[in-house]
């Protein structure tokens, strides 16, 4: 306990030094001494029925998942019934706990309805609507997570605002410490918009090779809000705010030096090759294969690799060009990782063919999807003496309540030299069928680490956003910042980005 | 960071030595928090309302230091379980203490009790542990938490809360009422028995529900608030648990009570300010009567609350006669008019009777058609003390403040200001006007209505807490101006500078 305190205290220690001189300090560090906003939240946010998934009153996507500076993104925005509308662009990250910064406000502009596409093949739902705006990045606007709140100014007062997001991510190509992944492919792979049209949804089954999905389109509600967690800031904002956006504000609470990129910017391993570290994080299930070597690569030079996500890394899903050309902007079921694994020759038999096998995710994450998929449970540790939990005085078969869920990783890789299981126990799904699952850690080829923490949740125990909603699913839930994950960690984070303690 | 520790250090000093001595909350809250007081497996049956897996309930809505309280659970399957006692407060935010572990205890599945006169469902279960208040223990409110312990380690384990609160009799600067006879009235358990379920109307009268037996889920769960932690526990972590957290972390001298303490004025004229908070919709007529007094006796009276003392529900002893333990909706309080009462008639049917007095004589403002909805809480009277250290100017706007219910028509009372008025929409569509007052009291007291049901929402957010979000609108959480106006009413109302 003594060695805990003295750790937290020389962490405050730390960002007070940093804070208190320029010298120094990184981007990141710089960045969040800027003023947050105090009202970044959606207030007004209304679906087209109590189980809608849409908000057409005002809803919109962008133009592309991520962004340079200097380079323009268009902003369609669709409002049903027509009304003028503002769009204010917000930067998410810690801002002294307020969560975001106001980059930008613009409008008004004239919204419309914008027409709501017929399926097309293989159900895709691709909107070809008119741009409402297009932004040109400033070169100042640093990488991150970018909201624009979309909302409608009504010229009666007794007539109520409405209000939704739009998503994309400013990336850059700087050498950083910590490559930040967002798992865009996933937010697009469970969207339903408008109604039920997501990978999950197609007649001839939920987990063939039968639908397309297509980014351009708005982001509806997060897809099971009855199931998972009913959170009103999903409406149009992917699943960044429920799954990932606890991990950017506790690392830029932190200082980290960090960069974000979509999934579709792993198709080279360019950038991650310039990094200390590599994040996967939440629920990171759809990759194209190119991702899958690319995250090989990173490992093979000495890049630290971190899944702090479950479920990932489970299916391919080739990148292809929307009917207008811009890159990357459909994707598709296209088969199972796990080459010959059972689960992955039983996805091939129950619910193919795919055209393709992705190879052994075990082998890249160290642990598997495994059947059953998913479910809750307790994150249990096995190895305390591990480096990773030094300092939280955790002993053998602590728990950490409801960390594991709503997916997981199992069946670790014990074949390759070096791997430890840090953590492992039983989960349920839904309630009642056991299952269970594994976090490992196993040595890079140059002095570097590969851990999988294996649950979607972990970073429901670092930091609770201001508006944040905590999942509840397969009647189990995490209880928010929990001090021992913080300090795991910064014990992972720090010794990959090769920081003292 | 030698700096910055001793800086800390010399605040906390400051602010401790600021406040009374022996201030007990403060004392109380030096105490280690517990890490681990959440519900983390909890479950609801087919009908997404009860916990039949463990679930239970207490013999009393509050008890004092010294008395015992039985605490009646069911687990079905039958099954080990054990029950924590914390009590929530703050705890260097942690948000509860850990009291008290009873058991490893043998449970039994206890019968689900059949539909009595008025659709009363009365559970009379065997007790499962008697619990003797110790003497240290502070007013509070306390969680029982209830959770299974399956024999082998592939089984899971399920939990679930009881919950009762710890009163005292002693002179403190704030009450903080619990609003329990609206989580009871609320409370559809096992299924659909609440005062809304009753065919012929959702405020039909002479609908009745007992104490005895337990919270289930909050009962509008996709509608208003989606909180995991409401099973068992009432409406309390939902609606009222962040102004408790709020008022424990300032270090405020506080002291709890259930609804049923108010039938007695001297136990709110014991206190320099009352506070109503969250939903109060249901008072029996004499704890108007006791609050009236406690206002002419020089009382503050903060309604950080929405939808109070709207119906009439009258306490009654339970079958075994314990006092207080039902209500029944037996009419209405009689601020609202004729017009809006037939507005509504499908809700209030066409024999609603007024047999209340005038809420709007102790509030300042009341509930209005329609009584639900969502807005934001705008700044009208910027000048007013209350505002000091705020910023705010007329016409800023708190977003999404105002809901699930809230307060207008205000009252012609001598020296009433309309300090927040706005629009909120029912269903997003059907607009309300509501109004926050302020009034002054005989004797140099005043009585603020906030006129919403999530003010305590923007005060603080507890570990596991979990936003409303409701007609389409919803609160954001802690804001610095709510915060502020808050301590503004609050010292001035205890008599504590700036």
């Not at chain 2, 300090?419 to 002054?440: N, Y």
């Amino acid at each position: 306990m003594k060695t805990n305190t003295a750790l937290t205290r020389i962490a405050c220690c730390a960002s007070l030094l940093t804070a208190l001189t320029a010298l120094g300090a990184n981007p990141i560090q710089i960045e969040n001494r800027k003023p947050g906003a105090a009202d970044w939240q959606l207030t007004r946010v209304r679906l087209d029925s109590p189980s809608g998934m849409r908000s057409p009153f005002v809803e919109g996507y962008c133009s592309r998942q991520s962004v340079k500076a200097g380079e323009a993104i268009d902003i369609m925005v669709s409002t049903d019934p027509p009304a003028k509308f503002a769009i204010e662009i917000f930067r998410t990250g810690y801002y002294g706990g307020k969560g975001a910064r106001l980059m930008k406000k613009l409008g008004l502009f004239q919204g419309k309805a914008q027409v709501i596409p017929k399926p097309g093949p293989k159900d895709i739902h691709e909107c070809k609507w008119e741009p409402t705006t297009q932004l040109t990045i400033p070169k100042d606007w640093l990488s991150g997570v970018y909201l624009g709140r979309l909302t409608t100014m009504p010229a009666d007062k007794e007539k109520p605002y409405w209000q939704s997001y739009v998503i994309f991510i400013v990336r850059d190509e700087r050498p950083a410490d910590i490559l930040f992944q967002c798992s865009d492919n996933t937010w697009q792979a469970y969207n339903r918009w408008p109604t039920k049209y997501s990978l999950y949804t197609h007649p001839k089954g939920g987990q063939g090779p039968w639908a397309d999905v297509s980014f351009d389109r708005p982001y509806g509600r997060q897809s099971q809000y009855t199931g998972i967690v009913n959170d009103p800031l999903s409406v149009g904002s992917g699943e960044f705010l429920c799954f990932e956006q606890p991990f950017t504000y506790w690392l830029e609470e932190h200082g980290y030096d960090v960069t974000y990129c979509s999934n579709s910017d792993m198709l080279t391993p360019d950038h991650g090759l310039k990094c200390k570290t590599f994040l996967s994080v939440g629920h990171d299930e759809y990759w194209d294969i190119r991702l899958f070597r690319s995250a090989e690569k990173l490992r093979d030079a000495g890049v630290n690799l971190m899944f702090f996500s479950g479920n990932a890394v489970c299916w391919v899903t080739p990148f292809r060009a929307s009917s207008s050309g811009a890159p990357n902007r459909i994707i598709f079921r296209g088969g199972p990782y796990g080459a010959k694994q059972e689960y992955a020759v039983e996805r091939q038999t129950q619910h193919g063919p795919f055209p393709e096998n992705g190879p052994d995710e075990g082998y890249l994450m160290g642990a598997r999807n495994g059947r059953p998929i998913n479910g809750g449970g307790d994150w249990i540790v096995t190895k305390p003496d591990h480096w990773m939990f030094a300092g939280t005085g955790m002993k053998k078969g602590d728990r950490i309540p409801g960390l594991v869920g709503w997916e997981y990783h199992n069946l670790p890789a014990t074949e390759i030299p070096g791997l430890e299981i840090v953590a492992k126990g039983n989960v349920w799904v839904g309630g009642e069928t056991l299952s269970d699952y594994a976090a490992t850690i196993y040595p890079g080829p140059k002095g570097n680490f590969v851990f999988n923490a294996a649950t979607i949740f972990w970073c429901q125990d670092l930091s609770m956003p201001p508006g944040h909603t905590l999942p509840w699913s397969h009647w189990s839930r995490p209880h928010g910042p929990d001090p021992r994950v913080q300090q795991i960690t910064h014990n992972l984070l720090r010794r990959a980005v090769g920081a003292s303690k | 960071m030698k700096t910055r520790f001793l800086l800390c250090f010399l605040l906390a000093c400051s602010s401790a030595l600021n406040a009374a001595q022996n201030n007990l909350i403060l004392d109380e809250n030096r105490k280690p928090g517990s890490t681990d007081w959440q519900l983390t497996r909890v479950r609801t049956d087919k009908n997404n309302y009860r916990s039949a897996w463990i679930e239970g309930y207490c013999s009393k809505q509050s008890v004092l230091a010294g008395e015992t309280i039985d605490i009646m659970v069911s687990t079905d399957p039958p099954t080990k379980f054990k029950i924590e006692i914390f009590r929530t407060g703050y705890y260097g935010g942690k948000g509860a203490r850990l009291m008290t572990t009873l058991g490893p205890l043998q449970g039994t599945a206890q019968p689900i009790p059949p539909i009595g006169e008025k659709r009363l469902r009365e559970c009379r279960w065997k007790s499962s542990a008697t619990l003797k208040i110790p003497a240290d223990w502070p007013s509070g409110v306390y969680l029982g938490r209830l959770t299974t312990l399956p024999d082998a380690a592939d089984r899971p384990y399920w939990q679930s809360y009881v919950i009762f609160i710890v009163r005292d009799t002693r002179r403190a600067d704030v009450l903080f009422q619990c609003s329990d006879n609206t989580w009871q009235a609320y409370n559809r358990w096992p299924d659909s028995y609440s005062l809304y379920t009753d065919p012929r109307g959702s405020h039909a009268r002479d609908v009745a529900v007992s104490f005895d037996r337990p919270y289930g889920r909050q009962p509008q769960y996709m509608a208003i608030v989606n909180d995991p932690l409401s099973v068992g526990s009432g409406e309390f972590l939902s609606f009222e648990q962040p102004l408790a957290y709020f008022l424990e972390q300032h270090g405020y001298d506080v002291t709890y009570c259930s609804n049923s303490d108010c039938l007695d004025t001297s136990q709110i004229t014991r206190c320099k300010s009352f506070i109503s908070v969250g939903h109060d919709e249901y008072w029996d007529v004499p704890q108007y009567h006791a609050t009236k007094a406690a206002i002419e006796a020089g009382v503050n009276v903060l309604w950080l609350s929405g939808n109070s003392v709207c119906a009439v529900s009258a306490f009654s002893p339970s079958a075994d006669g314990l006092p207080n333990r039902i209500i029944t909706r037996t009419g209405h309080f009689s601020g609202m008019t004729d017009a809006e009462f037939a507005q509504e008639e499908k809700c209030f049917t066409k024999d609603y009777r007024r047999i209340g007095p005038d809420e709007t004589l102790i509030m300042g403002a009341r509930t209005i058609i329609p009584a639900n909805g969502g807005g934001d809480w705008v700044c009208v009277k910027p000048s007013h003390w209350m505002f000091a250290g705020t910023g705010m100017k007329k016409g800023d706007a708190i977003p999404g403040l105002v809901g699930w219910e809230h307060h207008g028509a205000p009252a012609k009372l001598p020296g009433l200001e309309v300090v927040g008025e706005g629009t909120a929409w029912s269903g997003g569509v059907k607009p309300a006007h509501w109004t926050a007052t302020i009034f002054p009291g005989p004797k140099k007291n005043f009585i603020f209505n906030a006129a919403t049901i999530f003010w305590c929402q923007d005060l603080s957010m507890p570990p596991g807490h979990t936003l409303p979000w409701s007609h389409w609108s919803r609160p954001h959480g802690p804001d610095p101006r709510v915060q502020q106006i808050t301590h503004n009413l609050l010292r001035r109302a205890i008599g504590r500078g700036k």
